[in-house]
């Protein structure tokens, strides 16, 4: 089952998703994975007063079968009577006609009972479907209310969403403030699916035809795809990443558009390449993943609250060596798909940095936010840092 593949063997729920068709039951199944696990905290806590077990002594396909159905019982719009029967009828044929009994009671329970929701800041987390740590975390940086809206958006299914390569006219909704980001109903020849942050982040680069670029995390690819149409295929343009198996996939993704540019499998804190060697840098740095919520909802489960000041002592790393690597007149375009102050504002702090011009969204520090309560996108930290 893909929750359980999600919350015990830390698969990526898009990733899993995106392998499905387009069809009826294939909607369906995305929507009671996202919801799932967008809700899980407060799912297991409906199944935890219903239940006559510690929810760890459940068989673990079992209560993946009972977090489904208590999400589409409480929280979901389907039938409940179906819910709780086509439930029922699973946990009996993989589980054991015992286990189909335990099953009937705890979803009877979960219909009857009045959810009883906390007061103060562990109902408020609750609701917005976070840790209280991190709805405490993003309201100290940004007041309650604004913490409550990118949390309350997050709990959104993210549109889908493209870049229109040049000369392509495919259809698509124009995504205001962001050229070439589309939404659209399909994948079309010419599409390149990607968030509208993630385009925004090519645009920042702003690189010219004859520069001499290097993406410094590259990998899947989508960026330095930009990269390359903006160049026009003029100029050099360097692909780097860490894991020679993303390095492979994205070389073949590249190939398959009629994109070839070399890739080198590096460490970016150790990258092989001379001081002062590029015009830009495009540093799109690992993170905590906040800003992904809405395709990936089951980060808001992984992170504990050390993740964002780990994830920042690299990201500083990374941004230095980025740095030595360009030019004087240059600059590094610093970019995290995350909203966390300790890998955002405090990253680019005491630098020559400054946000990319054009962009919807609101000023952050010395660089430029999106997210999905102010573009519609993923939450996504841009700033352009000179040496």
């Given at each position: 089952m893909i929750v359980g593949r999600v919350l015990r063997s830390g698969a990526y729920s898009n990733v899993l998703l995106g392998t499905l068709g387009s069809g009826p039951d294939e909607r369906l199944v995305r929507r009671l994975v996202y919801g799932t696990l967008r809700h899980l905290v407060r799912v297991d806590r409906m199944l935890e007063r219903a239940s006559s077990r510690p929810l760890d002594a459940i068989e673990p396909g079992l209560l993946d079968l009972l977090r489904v159905a208590g999400w589409e019982l409480r929280l979901g719009d389907g039938a409940p009577h179906a819910a709780v029967n086509e439930t029922v009828s699973a946990a009996a044929q993989a589980h054991g006609k015992r286990a189909g009994g335990f099953a009937n009671a705890v979803l009877r329970a979960v219909q009857r009972a009045e959810e009883q929701v906390p007061a103060g800041p562990e109902g408020r987390a609750l609701e917005l479907g976070a840790a209280p740590w991190i709805v405490e975390r993003l309201a100290a940086a940004w007041g309650d209310r604004e913490?409550?809206?990118?949390?309350?958006?997050?709990?959104?299914?993210a549109a889908r969403t493209a870049r229109r390569r040049p000369g392509v006219d495919a259809d698509g909704e124009q995504v205001p403030g962001i050229p070439d980001a589309v939404v659209v109903g399909t994948d079309a020849e010419g599409l390149v699916p990607m968030d509208p942050s993630s385009v925004a982040v090519g645009w920042a680069a702003a690189p010219e035809a004859g520069m001499t670029v290097l993406d410094m995390a590259a990998a899947p690819g989508g960026k330095t795809m930009h990269l390359y149409d903006q160049m026009e295929g003029e100029g050099i343009?360097?692909?780097?990443?860490?894991?020679?198996?993303?390095?492979?996939s994205a070389r073949r993704r590249l190939a398959a558009e009629g994109i070839s540019v070399p890739w080198v499998v590096a460490d970016g804190t150790r990258a092989p390449f001379a001081s002062g060697t590029f015009d830009r840098?495009?540093?799109?740095?690992?993170?905590?993943?906040?800003?992904?919520?809405?395709?990936?909802?089951?980060?808001?489960?992984?992170?504990?609250?050390?993740?964002?000041?780990?994830?920042?002592?690299?990201?500083?790393?990374?941004?230095?060596?980025?740095?030595?690597l360009v030019k004087p007149d240059g600059y590094v375009v610093y970019a995290a798909c995350t909203v966390f102050?300790?890998?955002?504002?405090?990253?680019?702090?005491?630098?020559?940095?400054?946000?990319?011009?054009?962009?919807?969204?609101?000023?952050a520090g010395n660089g430029w936010l999106l997210g999905p309560h102010l573009t519609g996108s993923d939450g996504m930290f841009i700033s352009l840092v000179r040496p």
């Open positions: 913490a409550g809206e990118f949390l309350a958006a997050s709990l959104q299914p343009l360097v692909a780097a990443d860490r894991h020679q198996r993303r390095v492979d840098v495009l540093l799109d740095a690992p993170c905590s993943g906040l800003g992904t919520l809405r395709r990936r909802p089951e980060i808001r489960h992984r992170l504990v609250e050390t993740s964002p000041t780990r994830a920042g002592l690299l990201q500083r790393r990374l941004l230095d060596a980025a740095l030595e102050p300790e890998e955002t504002t405090d990253v680019v702090a005491g630098r020559r940095a400054e946000p990319p011009p054009g962009l919807p969204g609101r000023p």
